[in-house]
């Protein structure tokens, strides 16, 4: 018994202090330091206006209005659910992930097609080979808060008639909230929505 003890208290000692060291330790120091030189990061990237949270530079949002410009499709849906939904407590619970179809399952055929179908419907002036790929597929993580420039600049058309603002007012905007590659050389321009429809709720406002 005493020999069995002699055994077990060395990795039982190591086991304590990782735990100290990794669980205690080790996350108090990065959450100092990241509160410290990063703090709107370290908070959730939080965007505020008038004092009220209205999302996150890092999560996208489901948005349906015809003045606004939309998001790619979402197999959680953003994590929004409708009044109904909650009164029916119907909503899905807070997640994130794909439906992880293969492109040979018929069932990510038939949404890419819908999708596709009500997006020609809200863009009517669009044709069906001008659709850029990312706005009809949804993101690994369906929490996407971006877009490709070009399925921001596809959308224009819409938006300009709903808001009787011109093309010319819009494509700056894009330009404004076009967010470059990494270092200049990793990954692809890119727009985040939301930014860019608070810039365009802005500019609504002031026409």
Known sequence: MKCLFNKLKTPFKLSLVMF???GLIYPMLMTGLSQAIFPHQANGSLIEIDGKVIGSELVGQDFTDERLFH???????YNTFTQNEKESKGQVLPSSGSENLASSNPKLEKRINDDIEKFLQENPTIKREDIPADIITASG?????HISVDAANVQIDRVSK???????VLKKLIKDNTENKLLGIFGEEKVNVLQLNLSLIR???QS
């Open 20 to 22: 100290v060291i990794c």
């Open 71 to 77: 998001c790619r499709p979402s197999a959680v849906n």
């Open 141 to 145: 993580s369906g929490l996407d808060p």
């Open 162 to 168: 709903n808001t009787h603002i011109s093309k010319e």
């Open 203 to 205: 500019e609504i406002k």
